[in-house]
């Protein structure tokens, strides 16, 4: 349930939250209201949507999607995909809000359940993910019926071809990702990478030298292109107290 919580005077100069936009950054003071002692809250775009926005025709399920992936590509939020659902968190919530009498989080184990598991599968894998991701690919078809018809046979899918400059690219990531080559592929296309293969790996030299990605927040290879990650300035860590 929401919760009366503290801003610090000094929030508005956080480098790493001006790097977001404005909606982004009101987004992000909004949930600071819905989390509980622990800085763990749901993190389904639906519902955060009623929450959040009551009173915004306008403000759409895909505009909060967007300004949320922005605050998890920032390190503001880290986002898990559990068994009981989308479950978000303040990274350094308890630095910032001094709570009395804090009461236990729910939500915090089932996020741990849901880190372990990733940690499982590839001790190389971010932990934080991609809400529209999440949001697009949790719901699946339900079976067929034992009446009904025959699936058909999946059809073959022919491997793409990947240019050189694209497989030094995904190379550059794979210690990180091991996912998403495809969308990488539709991506590089798409922003026209081929004609500034330079400019596209400097920018990821310098990403990889950021805080962002050494603290295992990097987003994915396809988002940071579509976004033309290449193009950000360094970001350089605040220090002191800063969120």
């Given at each position: ?32 209201t819905?989390?509980?002692?622990e ?25 909060l ?20 659902g989308?479950?978000?968190?303040f ?22 359940d ?97 805080d962002q ?18 193009e ?12």
């Open positions: 349930m929401p919760r009366i919580r503290s801003i610090k005077p000094e929030m508005p100069h956080d480098e790493r939250l001006a790097k977001v936009s404005r909606e982004a950054r009101y987004t992000w003071v909004l949930c600071i819905q989390a509980d002692d800085g763990y809250f749901r993190g389904c775009p639906r519902t955060l949507l009623g929450n959040l926005y009551p009173h915004d025709e306008d403000v759409t399920e895909s505009k999607v967007r300004w949320l992936d922005e605050l998890l590509g920032a390190g503001m939020l880290q986002c898990f995909d559990t068994a009981d989308i479950i978000a968190l990274p350094k919530w308890k630095k910032h809000q001094k709570i009395d009498h804090p009461s236990k989080s729910f939500l915090a184990a089932l996020s741990r849901a880190r372990e598991t990733f940690a499982r599968h590839s001790r190389r894998e971010s932990r934080v993910l991609s809400l529209e991701s999440l949001t697009e690919s949790t719901h699946l078809l339900a079976d067929a019926s034992a009446n009904g018809p025959e699936p058909r046979p999946a059809k073959k899918r022919t491997a793409p071809d990947y240019p050189p400059e694209v497989l030094a690219f995904w190379q550059a990531y794979a210690s990180r990702r091991r996912r998403g080559k495809p969308d990488v592929l539709r991506q590089w296309k798409a922003q026209g990478c081929s004609a500034i293969v330079p400019e596209v790996m400097a920018g990821l030299e310098r990403y990889r030298a950021s990605w050494r603290d295992g927040f990097e987003v994915e290879p396809a988002r940071w292109l579509k976004r033309r990650g290449w950000d300035e360094p970001v350089v860590s605040a220090g002191g107290d800063g969120w």
